[in-house]
Structure formats: C-alpha cells, structure tokens
C-alpha cells in the first residue's frame, strides 16, 4: 500500500475512515476467533481428561473411603509388570491385523486408483459400505462366520490351514473361534477401509506418466512398482498403517467378542479395571502406558519411513 | 546432413494408424527418419502427432502397421525392451529421487554398477553439475527440462523423442533451449524426433519436418523447401503466413499466366501444384515478406514483368524491424506485406491507394478445391479438406 498516487474510485472516499483504521485490528483476530471452536473443543475433551486421568493414576485409596492423589507412582510399575503379557499382545495382534491390512489393502487400493476405470466411485462406495451397519453387529458377525463346524472352519480344516494355524499357535483344535486367530481377523477385517482409503488417495494421486517414464528406462512392469510406485506411496502407507495400528493396538470389542480369556488385549484390562473392578488408578496408569508406548513406536516409525523426504 | 550410406539406424514406420473406438486418431503412415537427423512432427493440437510419437516409443500400440529401428521390428517390444527414449512434455522427473539418481535411473535399470562418471559427464553437458543432490522440485522449469534429456540421453539410445519438451517454458527460455538442444543432437549425433505445434521450432531446430494435420502427414520436407514451396493450404497457412488469391488460368506456358480480380498475374508452372489448363481455377499464394508496397502514384517506377495488385491499406503495425500492413484489393481482402523498415514512405498509411508487387517466381500456385483458411487461426488447424492433394 505504498503507491499514493492511484487516482481512488469514487465510491471509496464515502466510507468513514474510522472503519478504515479499525480493519487492520480485527484482521489480526480472526484466525483467533476461527481458532476458537477448535480449541475450546480440544480443552474440554482432551486436556481436561487427560490431566484429570493423570491426577488418578497417582491417586491411592478404595472405593469405599474415596480416592486422594499420593503421588503413588509405583502404580506405574505394579500396572506394567502385572499386564505386560496384555501390552505385548495387543502389540502382535495389532501389528499382525495392520500387516494383513497392508497386504490385503494395498492390490485392491491399487486397483481402484489405477485399473477400475468407470468401477472407481463403485468399488470406493463398496469400501466404506460396512460403516452403514454398526461396529459391533459387523463384530458379532463374525462369530457366525467363524463358528465351529461352520463353513469357514471346515474349509479351512479340509485344506489342512488349521494344521498350520495350530502350530503356530494360532488356533487350537478344530477351533478358530475363541483363539488369536478369531481376534486378528475381527480386527484385520474392522480397520481394513482405513488402511485402503489413504493407499488410495495416495496412489491416485501418482501421475501417469512417471510410469510412462520408467517404462521408457527401462524398468519392467515390476520394477517400475518396485522403484516409482511403491515409494511414491509410501504417505499411503505410513497413514494407513498409522490409522490401523494406533486404534487396533487400543481395541478391546474384537478381543472380547470373538477372543477368550487368553486373548485378552491391553484394552480389555482397561475396560474392565474401570467398569468391573472399579480401581480406577492402575487404569489410568495402564492407559498412559500403552500411550507411551505407543507414541514412541510411532515416532520411531515416522523418522525410519522418511516421509519428510516425500513430496 | 543425413548419411545416406548408413540406414542401419533408420526409424522406419510402415502403414502405422491408430484409432480409439470411432475416431482415427493417425492414419495409416509410412515415414522413415533417417538415422542421425533431427526429426520434427509438426502440426496443431490433436492431429496425430504425439501419437506417432508414443507409437515408436511403445506406449502406445499401433491399430495397424509395423515400427521399425533399423532392421529390427520392435512393434509387439515393450517401451522397456526398446531402445528408444522419450523426453515427456510435462518432464515426468521422479519426485522421490535427486537429480542424480533421476539421471541414472536407465542405466541403473540395465544393471549397470558404476554409473558415477556417465552421470558426472551427462550432468556437465547438461551444465547441471551442481545440481546432482537436488530434488526436481527444487529447480526451475528450464533445469527441469535440462534433466529430463540428460535422463534419456544418457542410455545412448538410437533415436531420443522429444514431446513438446518445451512446451512449459516461457519465450526466452524456449529460444535458448532450442539452440541448446540442437547443439547436444549435433554433438552427440543421435536421431532425434520432436513433437512440436511451433513452426517456428520445428524450422529453426530440424533438418526435416513432417507437416501433420487430421492423422496425416500433409507435407514433408526440409523448413526452407516447406516455406518456399507448400503444397497445401494448410502447409501455406500453418507454416508462416501466405495470402492466397482465388484466381483463373489464361495461358499455360512455361509460366502460368491467371486472372484474379479483372488484372494479371504470372507464377512457373512447376511451382503449380494443381491442374493447369487454360479456365480452370487456381489459389494463388505469395508470401508476406515477398512483397513490395509501393505508392498508387510511383506506380510507374515499378519495373516490368512483376507481378502488381492495386488495393487500398486498411490497416499498419509498427514491430520494429518491420511494418505490417493489411490490404484489401480486389484480388482478394486482408492481404498481408511485412515492409522492412528500411526507408519508410510516411504516405502508406491507412486509406492510401497502393500498388503490391512481386517478383513471378516467388508465387506459388495450391489447388482451388481446398479451404483457403486451412491452417489458419480462425480454422484452428483441427479440420482437412477431404480432397486436398
């Protein structure tokens, strides 16, 4: 605004010029005040329950005489070496379901971006279809598809899967329910869309032509996914995994519904820590810890997968 | 300088065509680029060209017809399996890699280990050696494109295809790119094919230039014999410009003598690519430059056996080095002549009555069945006259 001499439109003089100095002012609050929902949102549903879930878990006491912060931080301890199976299975099984996703999500993500043609909006909607029935119907569902003697079962029996499976541990007996198998396919089969939405987003967005181009180097068809495709996806992968793996690693319905007591996930101590035996400190102090955990995983990740680097 | 000796290295297409469902996009063509000559397809957006282009290098397969390098038939080969290399329009860099590893992303791909030194070397001919860690979005659009031919050049393939490689850039850039371009195809003497929709590109970088219009090859010839001697109206038109006048054949001789708005022109008969019997119809064209404006009241001081038009200057721009003016006659409307500004006659100014004249062996004379606007802006390039040639 240093140019002075721009003869001014005839309706500019009329306005008065305090609303003039004013503007400037009220500019700078804007993004402030669009800030504001936002923030207040985060203050009321985040941080408050978190520093109040902070203050029980160093709180000690009983339901009964009511609970007083002791600054009792061995609770930490006590919580982690007495579940520590639970962490660590609900790290396998998370990490198991968010591997499966990849696999299974990747060719169809692929599928839909590069070779569906009019298909796309089709197979998109087809995706996200599940989400129209609830969370735990689809669940319980699977306690059907996975029932003893069901199709499934026999199948996979028929074909010898389960000799493996039970082998490896997975399933017991002629059973899939009730095993980590059943909880890894609940959990595989719930987080799949996430998995294959930002795959998709990300491989859609690829031009064209860089394919063209690495055909023209000399890249085969596999190479040309090896060294352009794959690593051009890689924003996909890391927010799909991301996406899977932080809410599976959380995750109690599928442990619950379709596990048995010796599946039981970190989220199911929880839950019931809170709900049933009603010890509120180690199930705060449990809830950090698989947030600590958690975190660092994912920070780890983050720097090893360089998405920085992508553009 | 083509080698005539040497056509091991020739791109040979034979009744190659390409069609989408309904629409034709190339013709049937047979075309052969000689082996180290600098190749352009030249034509209007949509008329083939790229096409034919994508079909030598493979991402495209051909409807009907054979691709050749040399005496190998390469047209069931992959792109990846063929030695051919393609700089693309819009660069197509790789984003996740540097300059470096762009660069040597073919040689790589061929197993080749040690690849310092020949992206080293392809870095410096490219005058890009400093640039070897960056990624391609940290440079300009003219770096872009640098790189983009160093990434094919340096598999040394027999024939490099340029697609509009510098489409992107802005006119002085262009202008530099060219000239670098055409000294890298020089020195490194690899047949080069380029897709251009600039004549004027085509002209000042290739050695020939196929004219393409609607799928077909129009016209093909050396800039200068293209310019001098069109045999289309869309040659005439798309190439520079041409005033073309509707005119009637009188005499038949050695010269052609015709009849265009009640007065009379000449032009060599072996400059007529159109029948030449007496009362039958004619376009005859003359270039811009090629005439001489002169005064209605020095018209005495023109020399005998030029070829004159009298008219009236409807309109002049002043473009430095030369002065363009619009003239209607009764010839025909809105002829063009580009005066050098050597002298300028403060006379031809709008409204003067003016007398054109040329020399009779710079006319040329085009078939009266086509359109006389194709090529032109107003024809947009994208329709062909049925019957022209």
Same mark, same amino acid.
């Given at each position: ?73 061995? @609770? ?28 299974? *999500? ?58 493996? @499976? ?27 869309? &996430? ?27 596999? @190479? ?11 924003? *996909? ?7 899977? &793996? ?14 048995? @007591?010796?599946?039981?996930?970190? *989220? ?5 820590? &809170? ?37 | ?65 054979? #691709?050749?390098?040399? /005496? ?25 890699? $540097? ?9 790589? +791909? ?8 020949? #992206?080293?070397?392809?870095? $410096? ?20 494109? +640098?790189?983009? %031919? !160093?990434? !094919? ?55 020939? #230039? ?5 799928? +077909?090859?129009?016209?093909?010839? !050396? ?7 069109? +045999? ?42 159109? /029948? ?21 009241? $020095? ?9 004159? #038009?009298?008219?009236?200057? %409807? ?11 619009? %003239? ?38 085009? $078939? ?22």
């Amino acid at each position: 605004m240093t140019i002075t001499d721009i003869p001014r439109a005839p309706e500019a003089p009329e306005a008065p010029p305090a609303a003039v100095r004013k503007s400037p002012a009220r500019k700078r609050l804007v993004p402030y005040w669009l800030l504001l929902p936002g923030i207040l949102w985060l203050l009321v549903f985040f941080a408050l329950p978190m520093v109040y879930q902070a203050s029980t878990s160093v709180q000690t006491g009983t339901l009964e005489q009511g609970f007083r912060v002791t600054w009792h931080f061995a @609770t930490y301890w006590d919580a982690f070496a007495e579940y520590w199976p639970q962490f660590v299975r609900s790290l396998v099984y998370a990490g198991t379901a968010t591997a499966l996703c990849l696999l299974l *999500g990747y060719p169809l993500a692929y599928l839909i971006a590069f070779k569906a043609g009019r298909w796309r909006n089709l197979l998109l909607v087809l995706v996200i279809a599940p989400f129209f029935t609830s969370f735990l119907i689809r669940t319980l569902a699977w306690k059907t598809i996975l029932a003893d003697g069901g199709a499934v079962v026999g199948a996979l029996d028929a074909l010898h899967v389960l000799d493996v @499976t039970n082998w490896l541990g997975w399933t017991q007996g002629d059973r899939v329910l009730a095993t980590p198998m059943a909880v890894v396919c609940g959990l595989t089969y719930n987080f799949l869309p &996430f998995m294959i939405l930002p795959l998709y987003t990300s491989l859609e967005r690829i031009d064209g032509r860089l394919h063209e181009a690495a055909k023209d180097l000399y890249a085969s068809p596999a @190479t040309t996914f090896r060294k352009v495709t794959f690593p051009l996806s890689m924003p *996909g992968v890391v927010s799909g995994t991301l996406l899977t &793996f932080i809410p599976a690693s959380g995750d109690y319905v599928n442990a619950e519904l379709l596990g048995s @007591t010796d599946t039981k996930m970190v *989220g199911n101590v929880i839950q019931s820590q &809170f709900l049933r035996v009603l010890d509120y400190p180690t199930a705060a102090a449990l809830s950090f810890i698989l947030m600590a955990i958690v975190l660092i995983m994912v920070t780890v990740y983050i720097r090893r997968a360089g998405t920085e680097d992508l553009v | 300088m083509t080698d005539s000796t040497n056509t091991g290295g020739d791109v040979r297409l034979s009744g190659i065509s390409k069609t989408y469902g309904s629409f034709t996009a190339v013709h049937p063509l047979d075309l052969t680029i000689p082996q180290g000559s600098f190749f352009a397809l030249l034509g209007a957006s949509g008329c083939g060209k790229t096409t034919t282009l994508r079909m030598i290098a493979g991402l495209e397969d051909p409807t009907t017809g054979t #691709v050749h390098l040399g /005496d190998k038939d390469v047209t069931d080969l992959p792109p990846y399996k063929r030695p051919v290399n393609t700089v693309f329009q819009s660069y197509a860099l790789f984003p996740h890699l $540097d300059i470096f590893e762009n660069i040597a992303f073919g040689l790589r +791909r061929r197993g080749i280990k040690s690849v310092k030194k020949q #992206v080293g070397d392809m870095l $410096d001919l490219v005058q890009l050696g400093d640039k070897a860690g960056h990624k391609p979005h940290q440079l300009s659009g003219g770096q872009q494109q +640098r790189v983009a %031919v !160093a990434r !094919a050049l340096i598999n040394h393939p027999q024939v490099l295809l340029l697609d509009e490689p510098l489409g992107a850039l802005d006119l002085k850039l262009r202008r530099q790119m060219q000239l670098e371009l055409k000294r890298i195809q020089t020195e490194v003497g690899i047949t080069f094919v380029h897709v251009t929709h600039d004549q004027e590109e085509a002209m000042t970088m290739a050695d020939t #230039v196929a004219v393409m219009n609607g799928g +077909r090859v129009e016209q093909l010839g !050396a800039p200068a014999d293209l310019y001098e001697n069109p +045999r289309t109206t869309f040659v005439a038109n798309f190439l520079g410009t041409s005033n073309l006048i509707e005119a009637e054949v009188v005499e038949t001789g050695t010269d052609v003598t015709v009849t265009a708005g009640g007065g009379k022109l000449r032009l060599p008969a072996d400059r007529c690519g159109a /029948d030449t019997r007496p009362g039958g119809k004619l376009l005859v064209g003359i270039r811009p430059e090629k005439i001489t404006l002169a005064h209605a009241d $020095d018209a005495g001081a023109i020399a005998d056996g030029r070829n004159r #038009v009298t008219g009236r200057i %409807v309109d002049t721009s002043f473009i430095g080095v030369s002065t363009q003016y619009v %003239v209607d006659s009764p010839a025909g409307t809105a002829l063009q002549v580009y005066e050098q500004n050597i002298e300028r006659d403060s006379r031809l100014a709008p409204g003067a009555e003016v007398v054109l004249h040329w020399n009779p062996a710079h006319t040329f004379g085009l $078939d009266a069945a086509q359109s006389m606007l194709a090529g032109t802006v107003s024809d947009a390039g994208v329709e062909t006259v049925e019957d022209a040639a």
